[in-house]
Each structure stands twice: as structure tokens, then as C-alpha cells.
């Protein structure tokens, strides 16, 4: 086993322990069966376009990003299902600008020269 370093150490300590994220997780999954499919990923037409509008703010950034990062049809798409996976572990109704700027956040940029 490694030493702890001493980063580690100042790190504040977790605020959910592993029941705690499995609950939430089970809750989310809950949540998406409901609408139809097993996990948004599967969503798809007006399914999709229901469950994972974003909010007018969420719609903004995401259009503001899509713009600057180019983002294909496919990738809109697949930020939109994020985002709505994201809310759904927060327990939120509706997809709104922060589950939309952390979807984005995960998204991989190309190297800028």
C-alpha cells in the first residue's frame, strides 16, 4: 500500500458515504425507468426532448457552448442526457444551468495550438 501524501491529508473529508451515493443512484435509476427507459441514454425523439429540455438559463449556456465548442448533433444530444442525469441525482425536477455546466465540464477538448 502507498504512503499518504500529504495533499491528501489537507483534503476535507467526504460528505456521503458509499450507502449514501447508492441510495442516491438507486433513486436516480428509479427515476429514469419511470420515463420509459432504462437509463436516459436510452431516451430518444419526444421522450428525449421531455425529460431533458434544460430551463431557459441551461438553454442559453448550452447554446453559448455549443457554439464555442462546436459540438456536433450527436454530442448536443449526449450533453443533454448528461445534464439530465446529473439533475436527477440532485433529486431536481427540471435540467437547469448547473447540471448543464457540469455535463459540459466532462466533455474532452481538442488540444488548442
Known amino acids: 500500500m502507498q504512503a499518504v501524501s500529504?495533499?491528501?491529508l489537507v483534503l476535507p473529508p467526504p460528505t456521503e458515504g458509499s450507502a449514501e451515493v447508492a441510495a442516491r443512484v438507486a433513486a436516480a435509476r428509479a427515476v429514469q425507468r419511470g420515463r420509459g427507459a432504462r437509463t436516459n441514454a436510452e431516451l430518444?425523439?419526444?421522450?428525449?426532448d421531455a425529460a431533458c429540455t434544460p430551463d431557459e438559463p441551461g438553454r442559453a449556456l448550452l447554446a453559448q457552448a455549443s457554439e464555442a465548442m462546436r459540438l456536433s448533433a450527436r454530442?448536443?444530444?449526449?450533453?443533454?442526457r448528461?445534464?439530465?442525469?446529473?439533475?436527477?441525482?440532485?433529486?431536481?425536477?427540471?435540467?437547469?444551468?448547473?447540471?448543464?455546466?457540469?455535463?459540459?465540464?466532462?466533455?474532452?477538448?481538442?488540444?488548442?495550438?
Open 75 to 80: 454530442s448536443y444530444t449526449r450533453v443533454l
Open 44 to 48: 430518444e425523439g419526444e421522450a428525449l
Open 6 to 8: 500529504a495533499a491528501d
Open 82 to 113: 448528461v445534464a439530465r442525469t446529473i439533475a436527477d441525482l440532485a433529486g431536481a425536477e427540471t435540467v437547469g444551468r448547473l447540471h448543464v455546466a457540469e455535463a459540459l465540464s466532462y466533455r474532452r477538448q481538442a488540444p488548442r495550438s
